[in-house]
């Protein structure tokens, strides 16, 4: 048991070490993540043959699907073997998703159903965004305890599982990805908003925070002052329709929202940011009249 958890934390952190900010070159992202494959796998036969774990089997499972995930990414489109490993790890995670949604492990499963859409983002599938407001369609009727919602914020109870906060997270970043893709700045800047509170459950210096940081920041960072007012409005924009418009001891007003803040802190005030936007649009009406 002790070498299966073992080889877990392995294959993770040879799969965080594969990031291409982390290393060089493709073929080392390639090497690192063959070796967290191979841990995944004695860890499968681990929790198959020798100590009969089914949570920690699930947890094989998935770390090798997420694995197989990160290589579908690097690999070039028009890589023949890039639709190979997909379907392989669309199939571990289709019986994640099974298994860990007949034992209502939410957890677990919006973890998987997420990693799923990830991977067919990456691959440009059509019907990402419909699958992804079908999963929003299951939260809603699976999980209304946990949501954020314009007259209610979820209270954090002794039978909560914290890491169902976590994966709704994930998902409203991912929404406000595609509204990216479709410039609906401000669709993204609410998206953003919603993701950056329900990791605030957690805490402000969680993983999966940091690298939602990280992903938004890598979208952002080219924006004009214009855009990323937008951005800015769509963030205040949530407080008394998505979310209550205080929150006691928390949230007194848009400065107070999570994203608002590291928005500021990786970009600059908001009020600089409209000054320069009022200013552009500015120039712009006055060469138009000319």
């Not at 490993?85 to 998987?112: G, H, M, P, Q, T």
């Not at 039978?159 to 410039?183: E, M, P, S």
């Not at 908003?193 to 990280?214: K, P, Q, S, T």
Request: aromatic share 10%.
């Amino acid at each position: 048991r002790g070498e299966g958890l073992a080889r877990l934390a392995l294959a993770a952190l040879y799969r965080f070490q594969a990031e291409p900010e982390q290393v060089h070159s493709f073929q080392s992202s390639q090497n690192l993540l063959n070796d967290s494959l191979d841990h995944s796998r004695v860890a499968i036969e681990i929790y198959t043959e020798k100590v009969k774990e089914p949570a920690n089997l699930i947890r094989a499972y998935y770390e090798y699907a997420l694995t197989l995930r990160e290589q579908v990414r690097l690999m070039d489109e028009n890589d023949p073997q890039r639709l190979v490993v997909a379907r392989e790890a669309d199939e571990l995670f289709n019986r994640i998703s099974s298994d860990s949604k007949e034992n209502r492990r939410w957890d677990i499963y919006l973890d998987a159903r997420l990693g799923q859409l990830w991977m067919h983002y990456h691959l440009r599938s059509p019907d990402c965004e419909q699958n992804l407001n079908a999963l929003g369609e299951e939260i809603q009727r699976e999980l209304p305890e946990y949501l954020i919602q314009p007259t209610r914020y979820p209270c954090v109870l002794g039978k909560t599982i914290l890491g169902v906060f976590c994966q709704l997270g994930r998902y409203h970043i991912i929404k406000g990805i595609l509204a990216l893709d479709r410039n609906d700045l401000q669709e993204a800047g609410k998206q953003f908003a919603l993701g950056f509170e329900y990791d605030r459950f957690i805490g402000e210096d969680f993983r999966d925070l940091n690298r939602g940081i990280n992903v938004v920041h890598s979208r952002l960072r080219g924006f004009n002052p214009r855009e990323l007012v937008q951005v800015f409005d769509g963030a205040a924009s949530v407080l008394g329709t998505l979310m209550p418009q205080s929150i006691t001891g928390m949230i007194k007003g848009k400065e107070d929202l999570l994203f608002w803040q590291k928005l500021e802190a990786h970009f600059g005030t908001y009020a600089t940011y409209r000054q320069l936007s009022d200013q552009t649009i500015h120039k712009k009406r006055q060469t138009d009249a000319y």
